[in-house]
């Protein structure tokens, strides 16, 4: 597909689905211009970029997360680590046919459950790499660079707001949903990447982990809260190990000369759903 014909495509889907935006910057209705760019009413203007994706920033933002990263991430999610999640979430997402994954880094999660439904999927994250790798796989979705605080999305346009392992707004969050709608928030529980966290934390206060504080403010947000934890074990390939050390906060801190040993890993994450 030529740079063009991803501008092109990107425009259209965009285009089809025009009042899920609004102006992050006046919060006006916006229209897909024909030179490739959204437009509101005030003549803010964001350019659709060659890769089919917009970039809806209003302030510069830097990112710690890297190109690698993400291709680490997408390695990941494609060997079906999650999988058994994403068919939870799937579940629980019910009909919903406007989807916005928050913090969606280079797609994946969002594409694949997607692909099990009907309706438009929008990802938003602030970094840059994540967004360009989402656009290049998954041209079937929108991806946006964009940052929650300035939101470029219409109030109540979604149906489910997807928060995997991410930070989270709620107040943008119950802004942005449709009543009725829901927020799905996935947070790691004690047992999430055990295996990792036992070699690369061993006999430290880092070896354990508790999302008590996490889930606790999820409960003080929404008026109808349900939490669902999923636990289960996947092996895992030796040429997937890297991938994982270099796609996750704990493998950042591994110290030279450390080795890493991993056959299985354990996924144990709350899922948490609100309503408001």
Not at 232 to 254: F, R
């Amino acid at each position: 597909m030529s740079a063009l014909s991803k501008r092109a495509a990107g425009a259209v889907l965009m285009n089809n689905n025009i009042t899920l935006f609004a102006c992050p910057i006046c919060k006006e209705s916006m229209r897909v211009h024909e030179q490739g760019r959204l437009e509101c009413s005030m003549h803010h203007s964001f350019d659709i970029a060659k890769q089919g994706y917009i970039n809806m920033l209003t302030h510069s933002a830097a990112s710690k997360y890297s190109k690698d990263l993400f291709e680490s991430r997408k390695a990941i999610i494609d060997s079906g680590m999650y999988d058994v999640l994403e068919g939870k979430i799937i579940e629980l997402m019910a009909a919903a046919k406007t989807v916005l994954d928050t913090g969606c880094g280079e797609g994946s999660h969002l594409a694949r459950i997607m692909a099990h439904r009907e309706g438009i999927g929008i990802g938003i994250d602030i970094a840059k790499e994540g967004i360009l790798a989402a656009a290049r796989h998954y041209p079937e979705q929108i991806w946006c660079v964009g940052d929650l605080a300035k939101s470029p999305f219409a109030k109540t346009s979604f149906e489910a707001i997807l928060n995997i392992l991410s930070p989270a707004n709620y107040e943008e969050f119950k802004r942005l949903l449709v009543p009725g709608g829901c927020v799905i928030k996935v947070v790691p529980q004690s047992g999430y990447l055990q295996e990792l966290r036992a070699q690369l934390y061993a006999d430290s206060a880092k070896e354990t982990y508790s999302n008590e504080q996490t889930v606790e403010r999820f409960r003080e947000s929404f008026a109808e809260v349900m939490v669902e934890r999923v636990t289960y074990k996947v092996p895992l390939a030796s040429e997937l190990v890297p991938a994982l050390l270099e796609m996750t906060p704990m493998g950042w801190h591994k110290t030279e000369g450390t080795s890493i040993t991993l056959r299985e890993i354990t996924i144990d994450v709350d899922v948490l759903v609100g309503k408001v």
